[in-house]
């Protein structure tokens, strides 16, 4: 399953019409159901909010074309998180659970202010990813359009990947 695949634990997850993957094999039965999680990402301009890991790298270290992005860009730190995201204009956001200052689920729930108030558009894919499943399920609830657990995170299908 990749770069982390051996750390998985799978616990599968259905919060209303919202989805929490937790693992690989869980991210295809997805897929396979015709689940809105399978558009192809490619083109799209992907901003992660990731303070631990290298998620570009952890992406390419998986097969992912990161190349086929329009662009993918990765900030270590929140504190002007919406300014970066009304700069960026992104397609999806990644959310980490445990950044400072403020965490992923404070991020969603300003980016979610700011859509309602009409002072920003809404990225098509807003996605958590902790390594605690709990935490995605408030990112879940508080209207992240799916959860990984980090580890899980390379596995889904709608990155575009190597054809080898």
């Known amino acids: 399953l990749g770069l982390l695949g051996s750390m998985l634990t799978p616990i599968p997850k259905r919060l209303g ?29 992907v901003l992660a909010f990731e303070d631990s890991y290298d998620i570009k ?10 190349e086929l992005f329009k662009d993918f860009k990765q900030e ?17 956001i ?23 108030e009409g002072h920003l558009k809404r990225p098509k894919l807003l996605v958590g990813m902790s390594s605690v499943a709990s935490c995605n399920k ?8 799916l959860a990984f657990v980090k580890s899980s995170m390379t596995t889904w299908t709608a990155w575009p990947r190597s054809c080898e």
């Not at 919202?18 to 301009?45: D, H, M, Y």
């Not at 408030?138 to 359009?145: N, P, V």
């Open 138 to 145: 408030e990112m879940i609830a508080e209207g992240a359009d």
């Open 76 to 92: 270590w730190r929140t504190d002007n998180a919406l300014d970066v995201i009304r700069d960026y204009n992104p397609d999806v």
């Open 57 to 66: 790298r952890m992406m390419e270290m998986d097969g992912i074309r990161v």
């Open 17 to 45: 019409s919202k989805t929490l993957i937790t693992s690989g094999q869980q991210l295809r039965s997805q897929v396979r159901a015709g689940l809105p999680i399978s558009e192809n990402l490619e083109g799209a301009k």
């Open 94 to 116: 990644l959310l980490d659970y445990y950044i400072p200052p403020m965490t992923g689920l404070k991020v969603l729930q300003i980016v979610n202010e700011a859509v309602s």
